[in-house]
T-cell receptor
Framework: QKEVEQNSGPLSVPEGAIASLNCTYS??????FFWYRQYSGKSPELIMS????GDKEDGRFTAQLNKASQYVSLLIRDSQPSDSATYLCAVYSGGYQKVTFGTGTKLQVIP | DAGITQSPRYKITETGRQVTLMCHQTWSHSYMFWYRQDLGHGLRLIYYSAAADITDKGEVPDGYVVSRSKTENFPLTLESATRSQTSVYFC??????????????FGQGTRLTVV
């Protein structure tokens, strides 16, 4: 069983719509949660981090965390073609544990 | 320039050869990591280092060796390359002293092909 699971997609949304990306994790002791964006052929870059239950907003991006249900999501409002990328969910479980990455969800924003 | 840089960006090598991938960061970050990224597997941790002279295995360490004699450098060596090691390799670091619980910054990646 994978520790961090994401739907691989592709998730296709029209320009201007809300894109919703989901991630579930298995370790209940996980402390920190990250969303990275990776354009094709490029390296991942952090777009959101969230540490406590609830919502965290940054511009068009909102990260949502529900530790009881062990899921974290990323909402992208007013999606733009430039948002087309693979989005990686990453989870940190404390101590000397590594940050575990999901396999990513490919998002396609259709103009 | 400040940041984290990897070299080479592209490498083709033959089976059985030793290959070293370089990683250099200018932030004095404590933690550094090597990942490989393959279709269907996402990013998998090969090795990580908490500080100079402190390294530990990740999820897929077999066939790889690392060293960290200086904080800023974290080279990854494939002792005897195999075709299964064809992949994209990313080096990353996390900042703020010894806290691993922070944003990871990634290098540009090295695309390695073993023929």
């Amino acid at each position: 069983q994978k520790e961090v699971e994401q739907n691989s997609g592709p998730l296709s949304v029209p320009e201007g719509a809300i894109a919703s990306l989901n991630c579930t994790y298995s370790d209940r002791g996980s402390q920190s949660f990250f969303w990275y964006r990776q354009y094709s052929g490029k390296s991942p870059e952090l777009i959101m981090s969230i540490y406590s239950n609830g919502d965290k907003e940054d511009g068009r991006f909102t990260a949502q965390l529900n530790k009881a249900s062990q899921y974290v999501s990323l909402l992208i409002r007013d999606s733009q073609p430039s948002d087309s990328a693979t989005y990686l969910c990453a989870v940190y479980s404390g101590g000397y544990q590594k940050v575990t990455f999901g396999t990513g969800t490919k998002l396609q924003v259709i103009p | 320039d400040a940041g984290i840089t990897q070299s080479p960006r592209y490498k083709i090598t033959e089976t059985g050869r030793q290959v070293t991938l370089m990683c250099h960061q200018t932030w004095s970050h404590s933690y550094m990591f090597w990942y490989r990224q393959d279709l269907g597997h996402g990013l998998r941790l090969i090795y990580y280092s908490a500080a100079a002279d402190i390294t530990d295995k990740g999820e897929v360490p077999d066939g790889y060796v690392v060293s960290r004699s200086k904080t800023e450098n974290f080279p990854l060596t494939l002792e005897s390359a195999t075709r299964s090691q064809t992949s994209v390799y990313f080096c990353a670091s996390t900042g703020q002293g010894s806290n691993m619980n922070t944003e990871a910054f990634f290098g540009q990646g090295t695309r390695l092909t073993v023929v």
